[in-house]
Structure formats: C-alpha cells, structure tokens
T-cell receptor, first 115, second 116 residues
Framework: DQQVKQNSPSLSVQEGRISILNCDYTNSMFDYFLWYKKYPAEGPTFLISISSIKDKNEDGRFTVFLNKSAKHLSLHIVPSQPGDSAVYFCAASEDPDDSWGKLQFGAGTQVVVTP | DAGVTQSPTHLIKTRGQQVTLRCSPISGHKSVSWYQQVLGQGPQFIFQYYEKEERGRGNFPDRFSARQFPNYSSELNVNALLLGDSALYLC???????????????FGPGTRLTVL
C-alpha cells in the first residue's frame, strides 16, 4: 500500500523557471516530511525537510510547502538550474524522534532542466 | 571526509543463493539503515540499527537479516534469494537515532543486486 505518492513520473522545465514537484500522502499519522535528490549511480541526497507544525520551509532556492488538511506537499525550485536535473523523492515519517529509519518514500519524479 | 561506503558495487547471484552486503557509515555516525529500491520505485525501508541494536524493521520476510558491528559498520544478509530481490540496496547513516535537520541521513551509492 503506497502511503506516499508522487503522481508525476517526470517534469521538464526551462532553465531559470520554477520547478514544482508534488507529493500526496494518505497516512494522517505522518509528522515529518523530507525531499531527497538522486543522481544516477549515487545515493539520495537530503534536500529539505518540514515538520507538520509548519506549513513552509525555505532553504535557498528550495521551498517546501505543506498542506496538512489536503495531505499534500510540494517542492518549489527557483530558479531551476541544469544541475537540478535528477530524480526527486518525497519521504515521510510518523514520529521523527522514534521512527528515524521508517521513512516511506514516493516513487520519485524525474526532473529535466533544459537550456 | 569519506561518505557512506558500500560494497560490493554490483553483484550477480542465482535463485536460492545467499548474499551479504556491507556498509561503512560516516565516521562518528552511530545509526545505519538499509533500504531496498526496486526499479521505478522509491526506496523501501528494511532495517535500522542504532548502537548495534535493531531499532526498526520494515515489512520484509525473515530471509532478510542484518547486524551492526562495534565500529558501527553493518551487514545486510539475504537468504534463499528470489528473482524479486533484484534491486538497488541502499545504506544510510546518521549521527543519532531521531530525525531532524541536525540528524540528516547520508546515503551510500548502493549495491546493485541482480538475481538470475
């Protein structure tokens, strides 16, 4: 049962424009959400996270928005750069202090940034 | 500083065989987790070890087992391999046990296991 869903397998965006990646979840017990980026032949790299007590978290070009009532989160990348071309995973956890390893991942979205 | 290292990089086995995958965490990290990533899907949690004790287990059969050594390195063992075990196996380490921006997980490059 897929509790974290990324319904867009791919996204193509022009360099300099905004990339918006979406993620939906079904488990209302999820309390902590993360985004990871993965290049081929490398492990996922942590990008940004958000706790359920917030609705927005920014880190440079990356902003994550959380809508708990809709069970939806999104990652905005502004401006998009060619180096952002990678697979992006959304992940969630029920209790960040207790279930560290029990991250539930989405299937990923392949982002391609074109010149 | 060396990141999380995993060995071997690639592995080919036949059905019914047993396999051992190895992971060395970042120096100072005490927590190691294992994930299985099947092609086209996101990573799926298998185990977490913290201070050499199992602290979490995902929905995997008993054919999967793991352990953590005093130096915090870890091994993942899979017995009686099935074709469906073909996947990328990822190891992640972090300083402590909980989540949070100060306890970021660092993933290794993974071991690609092919079962024929």
């Amino acid at each position: 049962d897929q509790q974290v869903k990324q319904n867009s397998p791919s996204l193509s965006v022009q360099e300099g424009r905004i990339s918006i990646l979406n993620c939906d979840y079904t488990n209302s017990m999820f309390d902590y959400f993360l985004w990871y980026k993965k290049y081929p032949a490398e492990g996922p790299t942590f990008l940004i996270s958000i706790s359920s007590i917030k609705d927005k978290n920014e880190d440079g070009r990356f902003t994550v928005f959380l809508n708990k009532s809709a069970k939806h989160l999104s990652l905005h990348i502004v401006p998009s750069q060619p180096g952002d071309s990678a697979v992006y995973f959304c992940a969630a956890s029920e209790d960040p202090d207790d279930s560290w390893g029990k991250l539930q991942f989405g299937a990923g979205t392949q982002v391609v940034v074109t010149p | 500083d060396a990141g999380v290292t995993q060995s071997p990089t690639h592995l080919i086995k036949t059905r019914g065989q047993q396999v051992t995958l190895r992971c060395s965490p970042i120096s100072g990290h005490k927590s190691v987790s294992w994930y299985q990533q099947v092609l086209g899907q996101g990573p799926q949690f298998i185990f977490q070890y913290y201070e050499k004790e199992e602290r979490g287990r995902g929905n995997f059969p008993d054919r999967f087992s793991a352990r953590q050594f005093p130096n915090y390195s870890s091994e993942l063992n899979v017995n009686a391999l099935l074709l469906g075990d073909s996947a990328l196996y990822l190891c992640a380490s972090s300083p402590g046990e909980g989540l949070g921006s100060r306890n970021e997980q660092f993933f290794g490059p993974g071991t690609r296991l092919t079962v024929l």
